[in-house]
Each structure stands twice: as structure tokens, then as C-alpha cells.
């Protein structure tokens, strides 16, 4: 029975947080943002990374400036904002492209090879488009290499939240990285701005 009620009880907290569609009105969303501040923070490890945090020096301080770079372009779909968007992704690129990936060696080289990759992928991909669904495809391959360079080289202080949307891409899922506990969907913006939970913290 106690199993049963807390299926129960999950299903109707999805349900609340992320089934409206239309821009919530100010009680909707009042209660959406009670919901999400009551969810406590994931004990598990989401992005599984390896430990290069003793390489410090150039690699750690571009790869913070990436996460910045990252962040207003993550703002910018939170906004549906598509001008914008491209030209964070623009920005984004530079950031990764600065990054000194020649000067490390082994394991850590292949890795940051392979994650730093991944992100020319989905930023190029969102700088040359106009369209916020497809500008919102890339964010998701683009939020997971990001956020696993910064774990694995430890390069913020920040306290940085790993939260996920159950509903992105037809209930597939969807991660992307806030600065802020309080969930802002930038895979749906005001359609459901609330919908979302934290998944993993770091720091």
C-alpha cells in the first residue's frame, strides 16, 4: 500500500509541475515554484566524469568561460529569445575554440578531444539556425559536455545545478546547467516554465 500511494503521489507532482501547456497564470506558477523548492537536491551522480581537477592554469579558466557563455545562451531559449540565442552560440564557439586542448596529453586530451567536439556540434548548429526547436535540439548534447568539463576540470566555484525535464522531445528528457536552484525550462520557456526538477548539484 505505502508503495502504491507514493507512485501515486509522484505521478500527481509530474502531472502538476509539467502537463499545462499554456502560460501559467500567477497562482499556477506560485504554486509550481512551491513544488519545485520542496524538491531536494539528487544525492546521485548524473554526469560521471574523470578527475582532472589538478590540471589547472589556461584549460581550467576557458572552460569556466565556456560555462558563462553557455549559461546566456541557455537564458536566451528560457526566453525564446532566437536572435539571441545564435549569437550566444556564436560566442560559445569562441569560448570552446580557445580552449587549450593541444597542451594536455592521455586520457585528458581524448576526453576534452570528444566533449569539446560535441560542443562545436550543437553550437554551430544553433548559431546557424533561426528556430527555436531546433536551436533547443542541440541545447541537449551542448548541456552535458559542458557540464561534464567543467566536473572533470573543476573549473568553477559555482554552485551549479544539473536539472532535468521529463517532458522534452516527447517525454524523452532533456538536462541543461543553472546557476540558480529554481527551475526555468528553456526547452518549453512560458509554455512550462516551471516543469523540471534538479536532478544532481555540484559544489
Known amino acids: 500500500m505505502k508503495k502504491t500511494l ?3 503521489t509522484f505521478c500527481a507532482f509530474i502531472f502538476t509541475a509539467c502537463s499545462e501547456q499554456k502560460p501559467a497564470t500567477e497562482g499556477q506558477e506560485t ?21 582532472f581537477t589538478a590540471t589547472g592554469g589556461p584549460v581550467k579558466m576557458q572552460v569556466e568561460q565556456l560555462l558563462t557563455d553557455y549559461i546566456t545562451l541557455k537564458d536566451a531559449l528560457i526566453e525564446s529569445d532566437a536572435a539571441t540565442a545564435k549569437t550566444a552560440a556564436t560566442t560559445v564557439l569562441t569560448a570552446v575554440n580557445a580552449i587549450p586542448v593541444a597542451s594536455l596529453a592521455g586520457d585528458e586530451k581524448q576526453y576534452t ?25 542541440h541545447l541537449q548534447p551542448l548541456s552535458e559536455a559542458t557540464y561534464a568539463l567543467t566536473k572533470a576540470f573543476g573549473a ?3 554552485k551549479l545545478y544539473y536539472q532535468y525535464c521529463p517532458m522534452a522531445f516527447d517525454d524523452k528528457g532533456a538536462y541543461w546547467i543553472s546557476t540558480e536552484e529554481q527551475v526555468l525550462n528553456p526547452y518549453f520557456g512560458d509554455a512550462m516554465l516551471k516543469c523540471g526538477t534538479n536532478k544532481e548539484a555540484y559544489n
Open 6 to 8: 507514493i507512485a501515486a
Open 31 to 51: 504554486a509550481q515554484a512551491e513544488q519545485a523548492s520542496e524538491d531536494s537536491e539528487a544525492e546521485t551522480v548524473v554526469v560521471e566524469t574523470p578527475d
Open 113 to 137: 578531444e570528444e566533449k569539446t567536439q560535441a560542443i562545436k556540434d550543437a553550437a554551430t548548429a544553433i548559431s546557424g539556425s533561426a528556430d527555436l526547436g531546433v536551436q533547443r535540439t
Open 156 to 158: 568553477t566555484d559555482q
